[in-house]
């Protein structure tokens, strides 16, 4: 297994091109199940689990063609023959109950394997199913697989989630597009990547309103045709490389960045004493002083901080002037990266869902181990400003999520080098 090694080399200066939102990508390539007209994606990212998605899409018939050194995928869904998707797929990727929806609004059935427990938390599925039986569909659980079925097809009905779920209301919406009537998702997620979503639905012919609201109403359509779409901008790895200079010092443009992508998180920054400027190209990150100061951060569903960058956001609070409290509020176990910080010379004490960081003039270099995908980049962030060499190990998890890292970080100054295994 790959291994990446960085070593604190000072403040950091240049400019990051941002890629295509790895969980709007997700969301988007199963949308080609609902028409058998060919659904054209640019701006896609280059990611492991972008092939994993393709897989499971070969899998059940459809063509997936990834051209222009994988920028562009060309997606084609005439010819699905297997309406199963199979644990071995499902188990590496939780995204993959993604095409339950559309597999069952266009074919009347489908069947999935349950994914699983994950490392950052439990993360059932049971809303997506329940949002899906509000619609008629006839569910049941053998052997670890969901029999979704809707012989006469789905029906529109309304549905109120108990709590916002992200991928809950992509499978509810893209479900939603060709059933029979009108569908009122209530409490529905308003992630830019819903938003993304719903914009290339209804390129595709459906129609839907209240995109980027929390409730969505969505009136069913005979069919959906074809269409190209270009990927939303990726907001996570957006946050990620703004907190480079916030750690190492220097000033990093962030090429494509936009600031109502990432509001919160922007004001938080501001709070810690980082400059985040609006560029012709995109946004500019510096901070006002030699060190940032200590925040509080909660995470909560889009517009709050992203769960996605508490991680990382830890990693830059560990060298904070003073205490800082942060709150995981999405997942249950979404602190693995803190026993990891603390071998790099981190003051943190985890109590449940919170964790109180104390900031340190500065972190060492040791050896870590990623446990998650924003947990590896956390150590890498942290890697940059300690001092001496931090290897990272289990780097396979970084691949699930940010293309080229070590090429984009190295381009601004960072000294990082990965070593195959
Ligand atoms: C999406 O996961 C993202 N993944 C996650 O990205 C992100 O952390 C999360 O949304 C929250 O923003 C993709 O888009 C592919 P949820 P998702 O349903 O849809 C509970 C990353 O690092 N829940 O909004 O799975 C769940 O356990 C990641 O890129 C149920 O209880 O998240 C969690 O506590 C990881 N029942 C909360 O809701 C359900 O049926 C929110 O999860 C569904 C969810």
Redo the contacts with the bound molecule.
């Keep these: 297994m790959d291994k990446i090694v960085v070593t604190g080399n000072g403040a950091l200066s240049g400019q990051v091109p941002i890629a295509g939102a790895?969980?709007a990508c997700?969301?988007l390539m199963p949308a080609t199940l609902l028409s058998d007209e060919p659904l054209t994606l640019t701006n896609a990212p280059r990611l492991s689990?972008i092939k994993t998605m393709s897989t499971l899409l070969q899998s059940l018939g459809v063509e997936v063609s990834s051209l222009q050194d994988g920028k562009v995928l060309a997606l084609a869904s005439h010819d699905v023959n297997n309406l199963t998707a199979h644990y071995d797929i499902v188990r590496k990727m939780?995204?993959s109950i993604?095409v339950l929806g559309p597999l069952l609004a266009r074919h009347g059935h489908a069947v999935v394997s349950l994914p699983g427990g994950c490392a950052?938390?439990?993360?059932?599925?049971?809303?997506?199913?329940?949002a899906l039986e509000a619609m008629g569909a006839e569910m049941d659980l053998r052997e670890g697989y969901v029999h979704a079925s809707a012989p006469g097809g789905l029906k529109g009905g309304r549905f109120t989630f108990p709590?916002?779920?992200?991928?809950?209301?992509?499978n509810a919406l893209m479900a939603a597009t060709l059933a029979k009537g009108t569908t009122v998702l209530e409490n529905a997620?308003r992630?830019p990547?819903i938003v993304d979503l719903a914009r290339c639905l209804q390129k595709m012919g459906a129609q839907i309103d209240g995109e980027g609201t929390s409730t969505l109403t969505i009136q069913g359509v005979d069919r959906l045709h074809g269409a190209t779409h270009p990927v939303v901008t990726d907001r996570?790895e957006l946050g990620t490389y703004m907190l480079a200079p916030a750690i190492c010092g220097g000033e990093i443009e962030l090429l494509g960045g936009r600031r109502e992508l990432i509001g919160a998180f922007c004001d938080k920054l501001d709070e810690a004493g980082i400059d985040v400027t609006d560029t012709e190209n995109g946004l500019s990150v510096k901070r006002r002083s030699n060190a940032v100061h200590a925040v509080d951060v909660a995470t909560a569903?889009?517009p709050g901080f992203?769960?996605?960058l508490q991680a990382q956001m830890m990693a830059v609070l560990c060298t904070a002037e003073g205490e800082s409290v942060l709150e995981e509020k999405?997942?249950?176990n979404r602190f693995m990266h803190a026993p990891e910080l603390i071998r790099m010379g981190a003051q943190i004490d985890v109590q449940g869902g919170t964790a109180k960081v104390t900031g340190v003039p500065r972190l060492k270099g040791a050896p870590v181990m990623a446990t998650?995908?924003?947990a590896s980049v956390s150590l890498i962030l942290a890697g940059l400003a300690a001092e001496g060499d931090t290897v990272v190990s289990r780097v396979y998890h970084l691949d699930r999520?940010y293309e080229h890292v070590e090429e984009k970080l190295s381009a601004v100054g960072a000294k990082i080098e990965r070593i195959p295994e």
């Design positions: 790895k969980n997700l969301t689990d939780r995204a993604l950052i938390g439990a993360r059932p599925v049971d809303l997506h199913l329940k709590f916002v779920s992200v991928g809950a209301t992509e997620a992630e990547e996570i569903p889009f992203p769960t996605d999405i997942f249950e998650d995908l924003r999520g």
